[in-house]
């Protein structure tokens, strides 16, 4: 039984990549097998993949979600859009992670981005509820700015708001990018394609909880975040297609992968879309997914406890203790690893 302080290590601040590349395939890939550990180029994926085989992205597309406002009373506010509940003609509404001095009333107006009021409404759960008096997208993509991971020290630019989506993000509603997809370009993809490599897609609308610390060292005692997922019927087929023919299911990214084992917790891969909180930790045996590309992880993150439970325990101790040696760079922005299920 593994508990939290299993999952934590050191990590020089250096290591923590500040920027992207300004080529997204010219990150380093480290590739852990059954031979071994191997150091690779990232555009070299190609090369260990299968014709045959079929890499599963996810299409979400991260949104200007973060703001900064004052209330009625003239406190300030910064927040944090979690999820877009409802955006009809009608009714605009969106749950959201919110700091101020003192909380905000029900009722009461907030002024963002010296622009816009929204009213408040109830609380729900952690998050505030926040009625939009228009569109919320088109709000959020005209006023909001990006939100970067805590553990980048600059404000979004124009540089960012390009390489911190990817190439195939489609469907707005996250609020932190899908990152092991951020190595793929179009020309990437167009490879994969010639080998006879398939790619499919899922949606999963990566949430602010994704950064926050587990708080508890008895892992069954974790509170896993929500996050909404949608798995399409052509993705579903494609899955059936490649395990028919004995090909890999590769997903690339923890949130694609979390989309498909939430849509496999039958034993069957089904499609559908609702939210989902599994929290995958060693001893998790995974139905669907046979490789995993990911970034590096945060110390004691779930997803820490994901990639050691896909790949093992100690092979992931191993493969993260090499990365550090040889000075990989870490967390979204940083380089990648391509793993294989030994759950």
């Known amino acids: 039984m593994y508990s939290l302080s299993d999952f934590d290590f050191e990590l020089p601040p250096e290591l923590i990549a500040q920027t992207a590349l300004p080529d997204r395939t010219a990150s380093r890939l480290l590739h852990v ?5 191997v150091d690779r180029h990232f555009a070299d994926i190609v090369d260990q993949l299968d014709a045959g085989d079929l890499l599963v992205f996810n299409d979400t597309r991260v949104l200007k979600a973060r703001f900064f406002g004052a209330k009625e009373t003239g406190g300030k506010v910064e927040m944090l859009v979690e999820r877009v509940i409802k955006n009809t003609p ?22 963002l981005a010296d622009a816009f009021d929204v009213t408040v409404g109830e609380r729900a759960g952690e998050f505030f509820t926040l009625h939009f008096p228009g569109d919320v ?22 540089f960012d708001e390009h390489r911190y989506q990817t ?68 993705t579903v087929a494609a899955v059936r297609a490649t395990k028919a023919t004995g090909n890999n299911v590769i997903c690339v990214g923890t949130t694609s992968m979390r ?26 045996v995974f139905k669907t997914v046979d490789r995993l590309v990911t970034n590096f992880h945060l110390p004691k993150s779930t997803l820490m406890m994901l990639v050691s439970a896909f790949a093992g325990y100690d092979a992931i101790r191993e493969a993260y203790a090499h990365a550090i040696a040889q000075k990989y760079r870490f967390f979204s922005y940083g380089d990648a690893m391509l793993l294989t299920n030994r759950s």
């Not at 009714?91 to 009461?108: C, F, M, N, T």
């Open 90 to 111: 009608d009714e605009h509404i969106v749950h959201v992670q919110l700091r101020a001095s003192k909380s905000p009333l029900a009722g009461s107006k907030i002024r």
């Open 137 to 158: 997208f088109e709000l959020i993509e005209k006023y909001g700015r990006l939100p970067l991971p805590p553990y980048i020290n600059h404000e979004a630019d124009d």
């Open 259 to 284: 989309a498909i084992e939430s849509a496999s917790q039958t034993g069957e891969l089904l499609a559908g879309s609702g939210d989902t909180r599994l929290f995958i930790t060693p001893g998790y």
């Open 33 to 37: 097998s059954d031979i071994g550990i």
């Open 167 to 234: 190439v195939y993000s489609r469907v707005p509603g996250a609020v932190a990018a899908p990152t092991a997809g951020l190595h793929f370009d179009e020309a990437l993809l167009e490879k994969c394609k010639a080998k006879g490599i398939q790619l499919a897609f899922v949606t999963l609308h990566v949430g602010a909880g994704t950064f926050q610390p587990v708080r508890t060292e008895d892992l069954s005692k974790h509170d896993m975040h929500s996050e909404w997922y949608t798995v399409p019927e052509e």
